[in-house]
């Protein structure tokens, strides 16, 4: 059973740089080949917006909106994907999904519970 | 601005059929690419509902259905019940976008 977990809610100030690790288990980029692990956030009360995602063999995609704030890393050895999203602002407020993906196919099929992060001062 | 569109309700009594449109580009749906469905109950993390245009995931009741069409896609909701009201989003993949998954708005599903 394939299963995806943020942690818990974050409060940033405006300009810091936001950190989210996703600890998955169930699968592994390392016997898994084709898994990817993406990131999702949704504002409050608004719709969901993709923002990145990493591929087993490392490959990586970014929203091209918000491209230069991001990083998305893997570390294979602790099941681990790790999003940074730089100069964090109000509008930055939202949940964050991190969700598992396959290679060859452009849908999350499996989906963590989401992390409230706030941005304020 | 969401790169698909989506009313951004609909409604219908239980027992009804209720469809949620969803409308691309020809760098999105219209390229070809697979529209998937997602499912968001109040205070959850959305679920796959439907992917690959038509297929539904196990455990997924066949009440839900998917069709894709030109530039747009849409979802069926038959013998509408109660439990269904959430919101609804459609998703692809769009190839002027760097190979970007992109959105549509959402369509809040509510059950009279």
């Known amino acids: 059973q394939i299963t995806l977990k943020e942690p818990g809610p974050t409060l940033v100030k405006p300009t810091q740089t936001l950190t989210l690790t996703c600890t998955f288990s169930g699968f592994s980029f390392s016997s898994s080949s084709g898994v990817g692990v993406g990131w999702i956030r949704q504002p409050p009360g608004k719709a969901l917006e993709w923002l990145a995602l990493?591929?087993?063999?490392?490959?990586?995609r970014y929203s091209p909106s918000l491209k230069s704030r991001l990083t998305i890393t893997k570390d294979t050895s602790k099941d681990q994907v790790v999003l940074t999203m730089t100069n964090m602002d109000p509008v930055d407020t939202a949940t964050y999904y991190c969700?598992?993906?396959?290679?060859?196919?452009?849908?999350?099929?499996?989906w963590g519970k989401g992390t409230m992060v706030t941005v304020s001062s | 601005q969401s790169v698909l569109t989506q009313p951004p309700s609909v409604s219908g009594a239980p027992g009804q059929r209720v469809t949620i449109s969803c409308t691309g580009s020809?760098?999105?749906?219209?390229?070809?690419?697979?529209v998937h469905w997602y499912q968001q109950l109040p205070g959850t993390a959305p679920k796959l509902l439907i992917y690959?245009?038509?297929n539904r995931p196990s455990g997924v009741p066949d009440r839900f259905s998917g069709s894709k069409s030109d530039t747009s896609a849409s979802l069926a909701i038959t013998g509408l019940q109660a439990e269904d009201e959430a919101d609804y989003y459609c998703?692809?993949?769009?190839?002027?976008?760097?190979?970007?998954?992109?959105f549509g708005g959402g369509t809040k599903l509510t059950v009279l």
């Open positions: 690959n245009n038509n």
């Open positions: 990493i591929y087993w063999d490392g490959d990586k």
């Open positions: 020809s760098s999105n749906i219209g390229a070809g690419y697979d």
């Open positions: 998703q692809s993949y769009d190839n002027s976008l760097s190979g970007s998954r992109v």
């Open positions: 969700a598992h993906g396959t290679e060859g196919y452009s849908y999350m099929d499996v």
